[in-house]
């Protein structure tokens, strides 16, 4: 009987701390992809007890804390068993001491993603040629027509999403975005883009996070698009309008690719610069009317695809135009073309070439429709660019307006006559000696970035036959390109293979801060080029640039390889830090050539304020007389 009686004492005391032993585990729905699961237990008396896991048919998995001597533990776990993560599913969280249970807790792992099943776009309308379940045309003119785009998916378990629309450069710049939080089931959601939106496509990226923070997005953050799940990729239409080469001679025939969904076209034939008007818009131009009349197009048949029609060159004076198409809705479309001269030097003595190159390696199209501009400027894979590609911001080359617009103003509203040529036209000009019989000065108004080496052949040996070279931005001759048909391939830079720029231009490329700092450019030596300042008013230790706010962006520099005598005529010193300096420069040689630099991306675009039209009109003076 005694012996009774204490066995039976002896199970009071195992069965107490049953009674008194707490647990808890958080989060309940654990993620071991994004937390630590929080186990806490405490007892009343020291025991030896650990933590397992155990399935739904209480099957131990493993020991979240091995037993030990203890009152309360403590732990973070990272949902392993010996490196291994435990599937997805319902658990049950035991405390245990020996044989028994001291307490209980559920838990849910999930580390899945919530997929949006079935993922699509649609514009409500026709598609059109290209589309497929991730990329959808839309216009959106308000005529209700492919005016918006639906994203339509199906989640199996509840969840936030978030659509951020975005313009991809290297990477998403977001320009809006909607979440919600849904249910399991099919869901759309919607962007209705502005009217005013330029044409170009957009990425829609979509993130998916479910209750357990699993998380999923759609939509890659850079170019490599094939690296995670696609997202949404929306190409905003108007007149997207291109020719199938940059230039053309008098009389020759071409043809212009455009992709539109109005009804009816209207277009006329402009010629840009001698118009008397400023643009500040970088999807504007504004020309002066070649007197052609307009033509009108029935455009029903081809509101789905694309289509080419022929065009002949008119019989104008060399120079940039532009075929400007516009609808009943207002749209308006822009395709540019350079009219080179029939016959080099029959007009004028002074070549500009318009650096179509540098625009279209600057064009962020996106023929392929990836979300991302077939360009190198979207960063790797891309390594090639198309010249004969529709320019985004409906048709206008990039930046045309901030740095190449002013030039083509003073020089029209100047009267100084001129022939142009594009980077292309380069091909037909068989080598510095034919350029040298036409010319006296080859003058590179804009960001000449990109040069072929036929190219760089032909102006090196212009200039060394005395041709005169005038440079009115920075960063010129940099990059070598390989050209096969309309296709650009990038090589390297033209200073890695043993043809520095200086040696050409006298400066060459030092810094870059995207127009973070801009500076005011002080006369150094003016004795050294009286000529440049001549009815300016400048002097040394005077400054210039006040009136467009200063300088920069990209800026050159001399150095070692410089021409020899080569003169700094102006500089903004220490600009983008100490030694980086802007420098202004002119040079000489004993064949007779006469070389300018402007030495900052955006000088050009100064060229009709006062004192640097004088300037010009100073450079023009002495560089376009042999």
Same mark, same amino acid.
């Given at each position: 009987m005694r012996r009774l009686l204490f066995a039976a004492a002896a199970g009071l005391v195992v069965a107490a701390p049953a009674h008194a032993a707490t647990l808890s585990v958080a989060p309940g729905l654990f993620s071991p992809a994004h937390a630590r699961l929080q186990v806490?237990?405490?007892?009343?008396?020291?025991?030896?007890?650990?933590?397992?896991?155990?399935?739904?048919?209480?099957? $131990?998995?493993?020991?979240?804390?091995?037993?030990?001597?203890?009152?309360?533990?403590?732990?973070?776990?990272?949902?392993?068993?010996?490196?291994?993560?435990?599937?997805?599913? $319902?658990?049950?969280?035991?405390?245990?001491?020996?044989?028994?249970?001291?307490?209980?807790?559920?838990?849910?792992?999930?580390?899945?993603?919530?997929?949006?099943?079935?993922?699509?776009?649609?514009?409500?309308?026709?598609?059109?040629?290209?589309?497929?379940?991730?990329?959808?045309?839309?216009?959106?003119?308000?005529?209700?027509?492919?005016?918006?785009?639906?994203?339509?998916?199906?989640?199996?378990?509840?969840?936030?999403?978030?659509?951020?629309?975005?313009?991809?450069?290297?990477?998403?710049?977001?320009?809006?975005?909607?979440?919600?939080?849904?249910?399991?089931?099919?869901?759309?959601?919607?962007?209705?883009?502005?009217?005013?939106?330029?044409?170009?496509?957009?990425?829609?990226?979509?993130?998916?996070?479910?209750?357990?923070?699993?998380?999923?997005?759609?939509?890659?953050?850079?170019?490599?698009?094939?690296?995670?799940?696609?997202?949404?990729?929306?190409?905003?239409?108007?007149?997207?309008?291109?020719?199938?080469?940059?230039?053309?001679?008098?009389?020759?025939?071409?043809?212009?690719?455009?992709?539109?969904?109005?009804?009816?076209?209207?277009?006329?034939?402009?010629?840009?610069?001698?118009?008397?008007?400023?643009?500040?818009?970088?999807?504007?131009?504004?020309?002066?009317?070649?007197?052609?009349?307009?033509?009108?197009?029935?455009?029903?048949?081809?509101?789905?695809?694309?289509?080419?029609?022929?065009?002949?060159?008119?019989?104008?004076?060399?120079?940039?135009?532009?075929?400007?198409?516009?609808?009943?809705?207002?749209?308006?479309?822009?395709?540019?073309?350079?009219?080179?001269?029939?016959?080099?030097g029959t007009t004028s003595r002074v070549l500009v070439v318009l650096p179509t190159n540098t625009w279209q390696a600057y064009n962020f199209q996106d023929v392929d429709g990836n979300g991302y501009g077939d360009t190198w400027y979207a960063g790797p894979p891309n390594s090639t660019v198309k010249l004969s590609r529709t320019y985004i911001a409906r048709g206008v080359p990039p930046r045309f307006y901030r740095y190449d617009l002013p030039f083509l103003h003073w020089l029209y509203w100047s009267g100084k006559n001129a022939e142009f040529i594009s980077d292309s036209d380069f091909d037909l000009i068989a080598s510095g000696d034919d350029l040298a019989r036409a010319y006296d000065l080859v003058l590179f108004e804009g960001h000449e970035e990109y040069v072929t080496s036929h190219e760089y052949d032909v102006v090196q040996r212009f200039r060394d036959l005395g041709g005169n070279l005038m440079f009115l931005s920075a960063n010129n001759f940099f990059w070598k390109v390989d050209k096969k048909g309309q296709t650009l391939r990038k090589i390297g830079m033209w200073r890695d293979v043993g043809r520095p720029e200086a040696g050409l231009i006298g400066v060459q490329y030092r810094a870059n801060d995207d127009g973070q700092h801009q500076g005011l450019f002080t006369v150094t030596q003016a004795a050294l080029a009286p000529w440049l300042w001549d009815g300016t008013g400048l002097a040394d230790g005077s400054t210039f640039g006040q009136f467009v706010g200063g300088y920069g962006i990209e800026i050159d520099s001399t150095t070692p390889l410089s021409p020899p005598g080569t003169q700094v005529l102006a500089q903004i010193p220490d600009l983008f830090g100490p030694g980086i300096t802007a420098q202004m420069a002119y040079y000489e040689t004993v064949a007779g050539a006469k070389v300018f630099a402007a030495g900052s991306l955006d000088f050009g675009g100064s060229a009709t304020f006062w004192p640097v039209k004088r300037m010009l009109d100073n450079l023009w003076v002495r560089l376009s007389q042999p």
């Amino acid at each position: 009987m005694r012996r009774l009686l204490f066995a039976a004492a002896a199970g009071l005391v195992v069965a107490a701390p049953a009674h008194a032993a707490t647990l808890s585990v958080a989060p309940g729905l654990f993620s071991p992809a994004h937390a630590r699961l929080q186990v806490a237990a405490q007892l009343t008396v020291p025991r030896q007890v650990g933590v397992s896991l155990v399935n739904r048919r209480g099957h $131990r998995l493993g020991w979240i804390v091995p037993p030990s001597r203890r009152t309360t533990l403590a732990v973070g776990w990272n949902g392993r068993f010996h490196g291994r993560r435990v599937a997805d599913g $319902r658990y049950e969280v035991r405390l245990v001491y020996r044989s028994h249970v001291l307490a209980t807790a559920p838990l849910r792992v999930d580390g899945t993603p919530p997929d949006l099943v079935g993922l699509r776009a649609d514009n409500g309308s026709t598609a059109f040629t290209g589309d497929g379940p991730l990329l959808t045309t839309v216009s959106p003119n308000g005529d209700g027509f492919r005016d918006k785009v639906d994203v339509t998916f199906r989640l199996k378990e509840a969840a936030t999403v978030t659509m951020d629309v975005t313009r991809t450069v290297k990477v998403p710049h977001v320009l809006t975005t909607v979440t919600e939080k849904l249910g399991p089931g099919v869901h759309t959601m919607t962007w209705t883009p502005a009217a005013t939106t330029n044409p170009r496509t957009f990425l829609i990226r979509l993130t998916a996070t479910d209750r357990a923070a699993n998380q999923i997005v759609y939509g890659a953050p850079n170019a490599f698009v094939g690296r995670v799940p696609k997202g949404v990729v929306v190409r905003i239409q108007g007149i997207d309008a291109a020719f199938n080469q940059p230039s053309y001679a008098p009389g020759q025939s071409a043809r212009i690719t455009i992709s539109t969904d109005e009804p009816e076209l209207t277009y006329r034939v402009l010629h840009a610069g001698p118009e008397q008007v400023v643009t500040y818009a970088d999807n504007q131009l504004a020309g002066v009317d070649t007197g052609a009349a307009p033509v009108t197009l029935d455009w029903k048949a081809w509101q789905s695809t694309p289509h080419t029609i022929p065009f002949v060159i008119p019989n104008v004076p060399s120079g940039l135009y532009y075929v400007q198409f516009g609808g009943a809705d207002g749209r308006v479309g822009y395709a540019p073309f350079v009219v080179r001269p029939a016959t080099l030097g029959t007009t004028s003595r002074v070549l500009v070439v318009l650096p179509t190159n540098t625009w279209q390696a600057y064009n962020f199209q996106d023929v392929d429709g990836n979300g991302y501009g077939d360009t190198w400027y979207a960063g790797p894979p891309n390594s090639t660019v198309k010249l004969s590609r529709t320019y985004i911001a409906r048709g206008v080359p990039p930046r045309f307006y901030r740095y190449d617009l002013p030039f083509l103003h003073w020089l029209y509203w100047s009267g100084k006559n001129a022939e142009f040529i594009s980077d292309s036209d380069f091909d037909l000009i068989a080598s510095g000696d034919d350029l040298a019989r036409a010319y006296d000065l080859v003058l590179f108004e804009g960001h000449e970035e990109y040069v072929t080496s036929h190219e760089y052949d032909v102006v090196q040996r212009f200039r060394d036959l005395g041709g005169n070279l005038m440079f009115l931005s920075a960063n010129n001759f940099f990059w070598k390109v390989d050209k096969k048909g309309q296709t650009l391939r990038k090589i390297g830079m033209w200073r890695d293979v043993g043809r520095p720029e200086a040696g050409l231009i006298g400066v060459q490329y030092r810094a870059n801060d995207d127009g973070q700092h801009q500076g005011l450019f002080t006369v150094t030596q003016a004795a050294l080029a009286p000529w440049l300042w001549d009815g300016t008013g400048l002097a040394d230790g005077s400054t210039f640039g006040q009136f467009v706010g200063g300088y920069g962006i990209e800026i050159d520099s001399t150095t070692p390889l410089s021409p020899p005598g080569t003169q700094v005529l102006a500089q903004i010193p220490d600009l983008f830090g100490p030694g980086i300096t802007a420098q202004m420069a002119y040079y000489e040689t004993v064949a007779g050539a006469k070389v300018f630099a402007a030495g900052s991306l955006d000088f050009g675009g100064s060229a009709t304020f006062w004192p640097v039209k004088r300037m010009l009109d100073n450079l023009w003076v002495r560089l376009s007389q042999p």
